[in-house]
């Protein structure tokens, strides 16, 4: 039994200090010994029932004091330990974007107004919708270690501005025949005709190394991708393994693809010659011309320079910008158009799903609606 500063008996676990605070302890269920202030007797009393009821119920935290800030360094340090350091960095750009706002709070306060006022600061829906997907894991985790009772963020909405999604850019045959004609003599010429001839990932074309290519059996065997990491100005060229098996998977070549890697293997030659590669990237197949790894932003690069060209030299064809990823999409559209069954293009390209493959990466040219159209009758 405590005592008041007077002497009185004050109850179990309640006492007095010498400031003339009240306070209150007792165990929890989580076996930590739980300290109560308050300023009168009667605020005590009410304080420590509330909480010995939250306790009783498992409707309390093992530490409400953790912010979002805390609990995100730990979440990164221990629930994400084996993610790759990309993916870190992107995980580390979408919490920046909510830091200002919510970092300083504390994880047992947060509440869906609080959320959402916070969300609708954020420039896009696309914003919104990464950052959703980033907090729902963090508080998921935060729940399951007992830090909140529910997870709020899924009740946070991320559709605001009511953005329509621009259907992927795909290139139409003359649009290719052009962006070949254009690009023949540059180095993103061997990089293109690949992309188109095997729908492979950036990545995964700019990782490609000797040994994955099998001419004699006409075969690419896609087995890691190339990643980037800044480091205060020095680049990081990483080789990590597909995230996925399907991820793994073996692509027959074309005889154009494999002409271009043949000429690619002659180039490679000239360039070993003259410039030492960078450690740990001398087999690669495809390098800049002081043979260093090619980042996408190159190709990128790359491929505005061509745009810009083709619009300078034919005005009339108003050839409208793409990205890397574009030709990946354009190689899946013009493979269902050409009659390849879905679950071989889905093999092919390296998904888990054959709803993937039709949802995102199988679009419908506009030539291909009137040639099917044609089929129900005669076309006006």
Not at 102 to 113: A, E
Request: aromatic share 6%; glycine share 6%; charged share 30%.
């Amino acid at each position: 039994m405590g005592k008041s500063l007077k002497g009185k008996e004050l109850g179990k676990g309640i006492s007095q200090r010498k400031d003339g605070v009240y306070q209150a302890r007792f165990m929890n269920r989580f076996g930590k010994r739980q300290t109560i202030y308050a300023g009168t007797y009667t605020d005590i009393t009410k304080k420590l029932r509330t909480a010995m009821y939250m306790d009783e119920k498992q409707i309390n935290v093992v530490n409400s004091t953790m912010t979002l800030d805390e609990w995100y360094d730990s979440w990164i340090k221990v629930c994400k330990t084996h993610c790759r350091d990309t993916t870190k960095r992107t995980y580390a750009i979408q919490y920046n974007r909510l830091r200002e706002e919510l970092g300083w709070r504390k994880l047992s306060q947060l509440n869906l107004v609080v959320l959402q006022d916070a969300f609708n600061q954020l420039a896009t829906d696309t914003m919104r919708e990464d950052c959703k997907s980033l907090l729902v894991d963090m508080l998921n985790r935060a729940v399951e270690t007992e830090l909140l009772n529910k997870n709020i963020a899924f009740g946070i909405n991320t559709i605001i501005d009511n953005e329509e999604k621009e259907e992927k850019r795909i290139l139409s045959n003359e649009e290719i025949d052009i962006l070949l004609k254009t690009s023949k003599g540059g180095q993103t010429y061997a990089v293109i005709v690949v992309a188109l001839g095997t729908g492979m990932r950036m990545g995964e074309i700019l990782g490609l190394t000797w040994d994955c290519i099998d001419f004699e059996n006409g075969i690419i065997k896609v087995e890691k991708t190339l990643c980037y990491l800044p480091n205060n100005g020095n680049a990081i060229y990483e080789f990590h393994r597909p995230k996925t098996k399907a991820g793994r998977r073996n692509i027959p070549m074309t005889k154009d693809v494999r002409d271009i890697l043949l000429k690619q293997k002659e180039r490679k030659v000239r360039i070993e010659a003259r410039h030492k590669p960078k450690d740990g990237m001398e087999n690669l197949v495809f390098c800049s011309k002081t043979n260093k790894p090619i980042h996408e932003s190159n190709v990128r690069s790359a491929i505005r320079y061509m745009v810009a060209k083709i619009n300078r030299e034919n005005p009339e064809l108003d050839f409208q910008p793409f990205t890397p990823h574009g030709l990946r999409h354009t190689f899946a559209t013009k493979a269902i158009a050409k009659g390849m069954r879905p679950k071989t293009l889905q093999k092919i390209l390296g998904h888990n799903s054959l709803q993937m493959t039709m949802d995102l990466y199988c679009h419908v040219e506009a030539d291909t609606l009137k040639e099917e159209m044609a089929l129900m009758g005669e076309m006006v």
